[in-house]
C-alpha cells in the first residue's frame, strides 16, 4: 500500500542553524500539508501546498519556514534559523483531492533544536 | 469549548470490552476523520466520515456523525491490547484545506 515517507526520523540541530525535513508524498496525491506536534500538545496545521504554490498558511508558519517540491517526488520543508521552540514532531501528509478527501500522514521528524 | 475536542481525555479497559470516544467540534464541516497514534509515532488514518453521512464502519470501528450536535463518536468494538493509542478526530471545514486536530483519547486496553 503506498505511504507518505519521511526522513530523516531524527533531526538535532544547534539553535539558529537551518534544517531541511524531506518528504516523499503517496504519488498520485496533489496536495501536501506539513502539520507539527509539540510534545504533549495538539497537532497543528503549517502549511498546505497545491500546484506548487502555498495554498494555505498557518500563523506559525513565519517567515523562517518555507517550502518546496524541488522535485517530482520530494517536498521539504526548510526552517532558516532554529529556535528552541521548533522542537516538535514534524509530520507530511498528502491527500488525493484537498479537504475532501483522506490526508495521510508520514511516519514524522522529530526536530530537537538545542 | 475548542474545534475538535474529544472526550474522555483517557480511557482504560480489557481486551474484548468495547471502547468509545467522543469529539465535539463548533464550525460546520465537510467532513471529520479519525486517526490513531502509538506513542511518539506517526498518524494513522482510521475513517473519514462526511457531513451528509450518519454513520460509517470498517472492521471493527464504527464511526457516527451528528451534525446537528456538532459531535462525532468514535466505537472500538472486541478491543485488543494492540489498540492501545491515543485517538484524535481532526475537522476539514468547508472554506480549507487543512484539518483542525482535537485533543486526542488515550485508550490503554488491558490484556
Known amino acids: 500500500e503506498p505511504e507518505v515517507t519521511q526522513t530523516p526520523s531524527h533531526q538535532v540541530t544547534q539553535m539558529g542553524q537551518e534544517v531541511i525535513l524531506r518528504c516523499v508524498p503517496i504519488?498520485?496525491?496533489?496536495?501536501f500539508y506539513w502539520y507539527r506536534q509539540i510534545l504533549g500538545q495538539k497537532v497543528e496545521f503549517l502549511v498546505s501546498?497545491?500546484?506548487?504554490?502555498?495554498?494555505?498558511k498557518s500563523e506559525i508558519f513565519d517567515d523562517q519556514f518555507s517550502v518546496e517540491r524541488p522535485d517530482g517526488s520530494n517536498f521539504t520543508l526548510k526552517i532558516r534559523s532554529t529556535k528552541l521552540e521548533d522542537s516538535a514532531m514534524y509530520f507530511c501528509?498528502?491527500?488525493?483531492?484537498?479537504?475532501?478527501?483522506?490526508?495521510?500522514f508520514g511516519p514524522g521528524t522529530r526536530l530537537t533544536v538545542t | 469549548s475548542q474545534q475538535g475536542e474529544e472526550d474522555p481525555q483517557a480511557l482504560s479497559i480489557q481486551e474484548g470490552e468495547n471502547a468509545t470516544m467522543n469529539c465535539s467540534y463548533k464550525?460546520?464541516?465537510?467532513?471529520l476523520q479519525w486517526y490513531r497514534q502509538n506513542s511518539g509515532r506517526g498518524l494513522v488514518h482510521l475513517i473519514l466520515?462526511?457531513?451528509?453521512?450518519r454513520e460509517k464502519h470498517s472492521g471493527r470501528l464504527r464511526v457516527t456523525l451528528d451534525t446537528s450536535k456538532k459531535s462525532s463518536s468514535l466505537l472500538i468494538t472486541a478491543s485488543r491490547a494492540a489498540d492501545t493509542a491515543s485517538y484524535f478526530c481532526?475537522?476539514?471545514?468547508?472554506?480549507?484545506?487543512?484539518?483542525?486536530f482535537g485533543t486526542g483519547t488515550r485508550l490503554q486496553v488491558f490484556p
Open positions: 501528509a498528502s491527500s488525493e483531492i484537498g479537504g475532501i478527501y483522506e490526508q495521510y
Open positions: 466520515i462526511r457531513s451528509n453521512e
Open positions: 481532526a475537522t476539514a471545514l468547508g472554506n480549507t484545506d487543512k484539518l483542525i
Open positions: 501546498f497545491y500546484n506548487n504554490e502555498i495554498s494555505e
Open positions: 504519488s498520485n496525491h496533489l496536495y
Open positions: 464550525t460546520s464541516i465537510n467532513n
